[in-house]
Nanobody, 115 residues
Framework: QVQLVESGGGLVQPGGSLRLSCAAS????????MGWYRQAPGKQRELVAF???????NYADSVKGRFTISKLNTNNTMTLQMNSLKPEETAVYYC?????????WGQGTQVTVSS
């Protein structure tokens, strides 16, 4: 199976930065898409960004220019660099991996943007 382990969430002031990481392990196919989703209180879960095994990326309009999704060179690790964070971006952030016909999820990590 596939396991996703997240790290990097926490409390940050408005305008601050955080970097989330997600390490995928298990039966990872060469062709896959990894991404970040978030769900704020009272709102639907939304896609933040994703990156394919070929390196192509896509971002939600609300985070373009501020967030960067990347893959590290070891063990299917993915990062999300978040800059200029806003209070309304307080949410649980989820790591995901899609391959074949299945999607896998991490447990989620809390990001709180507040003074």
């Amino acid at each position: 199976q596939v396991q996703l382990v997240e790290s990097g969430g926490g409390l940050v002031q408005p305008g601050g930065s955080l970097r989330l990481s997600c390490a995928a392990s298990g039966n990872i196919f060469r062709g896959n898409v990894m991404g970040w989703y978030r769900q704020a209180p009272g709102k639907q879960r939304e896609l933040v960004a994703f990156i394919s095994s070929g390196g192509s990326t896509n971002y939600a309009d609300s985070v373009k220019g501020r967030f960067t999704i990347s893959k590290l060179n070891t063990n299917n690790t993915m990062t999300l660099q978040m800059n200029s964070l806003k209070p309304e971006e307080t949410a649980v952030y989820y790591c995901s991996l899609r391959q074949a016909l299945r999607t896998y999820w991490g447990q989620g990590t809390q990001v709180t943007v507040s003074s």
